[in-house]
């Protein structure tokens, strides 16, 4: 946000788990942002998230490299039109390389694993997401969170339950967010999305959140 007292800087939120502000500058906003209305569109594109229990996730989402659905992975939309899932670009498994080593400091490991999964979810200004883990995934390695368009209020929690301790963060456009350690398997959502407070000049309506991940499943 322009003109404020103190600039964002980098902070562990817990163990493992790192904010980097403004690490997408406005172009790679940008371009991301045009990636994710391709990715978006049919055949296996943006939809709406059923959970086995009848409930419907406010947060629409389109999946890269593997379909995530409640709770597990598959090669096909099988919760949508059942067509193939798209691939992961080498792109974006190099930017998830690159953001691990922003986060953690050094340069990029050129021994870790690919990343191979995205979930791009998009958000409403009525939009939420309930406090989960990401477990569906078979490698330990730290899971990549990039934010575009409106602020949100992100919740990041224990590894034992929903509940208390957790931390707020208001992520920007823009922001990087990673755990991976201790932290890769704590509780995490997204309570509040903030309308109107996304950079104009990204012609945003809402916000988006790509997160990517290594699956090791083979």
């Not at 990087?176 to 012609?203: C, D, E, N, Q, W």
Request: with cysteine; hydrophobic share 35%; aromatic share 8%.
């Amino acid at each position: 946000m322009d003109g404020e007292l103190f600039p964002r800087e980098r902070t562990e939120i817990a163990p493992g788990a790192v904010h980097v502000p403004d690490w997408l500058g406005p172009r790679r906003q940008g371009e991301l942002l045009a990636a994710c209305r391709e990715w978006a569109r049919p055949p296996a594109g943006l939809r709406t998230v059923r959970t086995p229990g009848g409930g419907v996730m406010t947060a629409r989402q389109v999946c890269l490299g593997l379909h995530w659905y409640p709770y597990g992975y598959a090669r096909t939309a099988v919760d949508g039109d059942g067509e193939p899932v798209k691939p992961m670009p080498d792109w974006l498994a190099e930017l998830g390389r690159e953001a691990v080593a922003a986060a953690y400091g050094g340069p990029p490991d050129p021994r870790a694993a690919a990343y191979d999964i995205a979930l791009v979810n998009f958000y409403d200004g009525d939009s939420r997401m309930g406090m989960h883990r990401d477990a569906e995934e078979k490698s330990p390695a730290p899971v990549v969170s990039l934010s575009l368009g409106d602020s949100c209020l992100f919740r990041f929690g224990n590894t034992d339950s929903r509940g208390r301790p957790y931390r707020d963060v208001e992520l920007r456009s823009g922001d990087l967010f990673v755990f991976g350690g201790p932290s890769r398997s704590a509780y995490h959502g997204v309570p509040k999305v903030l309308p109107g407070t996304g950079p104009r000049a990204l012609g945003l309506t809402g916000r988006l959140n790509i997160t990517l991940r290594v699956g090791g499943l083979g």
